[in-house]
């Protein structure tokens, strides 16, 4: 067996090592996740705010709450207003009730009428006259109810616009309980405790990163290669000469070509028009937003 001389074998596996890395991958991108910015719904001072970049949060987390004492006691007023204005509904039960009486005891003499006329002791007029005694207590009771129904109605409805500002202030104090709505893993802050807030004003951004999207830029000779649901090799940078290896799933490929961004390199280099391809990969937590990566098809 022939030796191979130290120069010659180094030689030799520098030219491998060319040859491995030349056209390891086919298209290369940066990693990003769908990022949501979390805004204050409420107005006032921050009273409490539990929440740390890089902590994970889920959905329906209470994260702190804003100030709400003034909403409180508003609410407070409301309710007592509506007590007010309700306590001049009448009773109609005891404002009906003498009538009621009257009404039984004409009802007695009625019936006394009729049966002192079938024994001759009563005249016809007699029972015409208890008969009309009947029927004007009736239209009393019924003028009085209906009197008294207005009356209780046009107090209801005073107080209904008061129990829709009720209904407000209720959703505005919910509003100040802050709430995370997305799972994922805080990013940036944007507030503390003790800052005054208001309405749109952001206090952290958050992202789900359990798994992570890879955009990479494709050329027109490599799109029959790519298709929806396709699973691809993922290559990141470990060190300076190795490559982490993830499996990654093709979930959107662009319908239009656009220009090479400066910043991504293709396999062939010499084209000016690219696809956009997004290939989802589950994060094992080594991958970041902004971090290279590239793609073998």
């Known amino acids: 067996m022939k030796k191979i001389s130290l120069p010659l074998a180094i030689l030799l596996t520098g030219l491998v090592s060319c040859k491995q890395s030349e056209n390891k991958y086919d298209a290369s991108g940066t990693f990003e996740a769908v990022e949501t910015i979390v805004s204050a719904q409420g107005a006032g001072a921050i009273k409490e705010l539990n929440l740390e970049e890089g902590q994970i949060l889920k959905v329906g987390q209470v994260v702190g709450y804003i100030d709400s004492i003034q909403l409180y006691l508003k609410k407070k007023q409301l309710e007592a207003q509506i007590r007010a204005t309700l306590s001049g509904k009448p009773d109609i039960a005891a404002q009906t009730a003498s009538l009621e009486e009257q009404l039984r005891q004409a009802k007695r003499e009625q019936l006394r009428n009729e049966n002192l006329l079938k024994d ?178």
Do not use: H
Request: hydrophobic share 35%; net charge negative; glycine share 4%.
């Open 120 to 297: 001759d002791a009563a005249t016809k007029k007699q029972l015409d006259d208890a008969n009309t005694q009947v029927d004007v207590i009736n239209k009393q009771i019924a003028a009085l109810q209906s009197s008294l129904s207005i009356t209780t109605a046009n107090l209801n409805d005073q107080s209904r616009p008061l129990s829709v500002q009720i209904e407000q202030t209720n959703d505005l104090l919910d509003k100040c309980r802050i709430i995370n709505e997305v799972n994922g893993t805080v990013l940036t802050k944007y507030a503390e405790a003790s800052e005054v807030t208001d309405v749109g004003k952001p206090i952290y951004k958050i992202a789900e990163l359990s798994t992570i999207i890879l955009r990479a830029y494709i050329t027109g000779d490599q799109i029959p290669q790519v298709k929806i649901g396709q699973e691809v090799k993922v290559l990141v940078d470990s060190t300076k000469d190795t490559y982490k290896n993830y499996t990654g799933v093709v979930e959107w490929v662009s319908d239009k070509a656009e220009f090479t961004p400066k910043t991504i390199q293709t396999k062939d280099e010499r084209a000016d028009l690219v696809y956009a391809v997004k290939i989802r990969v589950r994060n094992d937590g080594f991958l970041k937003i902004g971090m290279y990566g590239e793609i073998k098809l």
